[in-house]
């Protein structure tokens, strides 16, 4: 079964503090990574993705970093804010005409103010 | 344009009732997904339909059934339904080239008893 890690479950930051969720996967063919995230009673909405052929990417406050040799890839998000307070999945594809992903279990996170 | 939009928002079944949810997109999307959200599972994929005339199965397909009406419409039909399938569904679609952005409905939350 293929499948993409994700930890923690829940995290607690406070307003101005760096988040960080983890996501390992064990299928070395996946070649794009996802983030989507989901505030409550909305659907999940792409965030930032990446390809494996780079290391890390970053937009505005998030930030990709991606370890291909430990096969695991990591979303950062400088000075969180209130509004930032959502669940937020990570995703692996192999890509395809299909666009199959494989998400990870979910993410909750609360930013203090 | 309304995107991707689904119906019910909300339905409640008793166990062996059937009934169909159905996934509408106005974005001109070639593929079209049915994922199921249950805590601490994330997302998994039920069904999906590459193009217009064809469906596969994802991850998690027993107990399903589904039809791409035309390129607009993806319906999911639960037979029989079961307590197992008490879920949030979401709807999802994308053009159908590879490593694309995944567009998701605000999803139909169901209850079986």
């Known amino acids: 079964q293929q499948q993409v890690k994700q930890s923690p479950q829940s995290l607690i930051v406070q307003k101005g503090g760096i988040s960080i969720i983890n996501c390992a996967y064990e299928n070395t063919a996946f070649d794009y990574f996802p983030w989507y995230q989901q505030f409550p009673g909305k659907g999940p909405a792409l965030l930032i993705a990446?390809?494996?052929?780079?290391s890390e990417k970053k937009e505005g406050r998030f930030t990709i970093s991606f370890n291909k040799s430990a096969k695991q890839f990591s979303l950062h998000i400088m000075d969180s804010q209130p509004g930032d307070s959502a669940t937020y999945f990570c995703?692996?594809?192999?890509?395809?005409?299909?666009?199959?992903?494989?998400f990870g279990t979910g993410t909750l996170l609360a930013v203090q103010p | 344009n309304a995107g991707v939009t689904q119906t019910p928002k909300f339905q409640v079944l008793k166990t062996g009732q059937s009934m169909t949810l159905q996934c509408a997109q106005d974005?001109?999307?070639?593929?079209m997904y049915w994922y199921r959200q249950d805590p601490g599972m994330g997302l998994r994929l039920i069904y999906y339909?590459?193009?217009?005339?064809?469906?596969d199965k994802g991850e998690v397909p027993n107990g399903y059934n589904v039809s791409r009406l035309n390129k607009r419409e993806f319906s999911l039909r639960l037979e029989s339904a079961a307590p197992s399938q008490t879920s949030v569904y979401f709807c999802a679609t994308t053009q159908g080239r590879v490593q694309e952005t995944q567009y998701f409905g605000p999803g139909t939350r169901l209850l079986v008893l």
């Open positions: 339909s590459a193009s217009e005339g064809t469906t």
């Open positions: 974005m001109n999307h070639n593929s």
């Open positions: 995703a692996a594809s192999m890509g395809g005409a299909t666009n199959k992903l494989i």
């Open positions: 990446i390809r494996p052929d780079v």
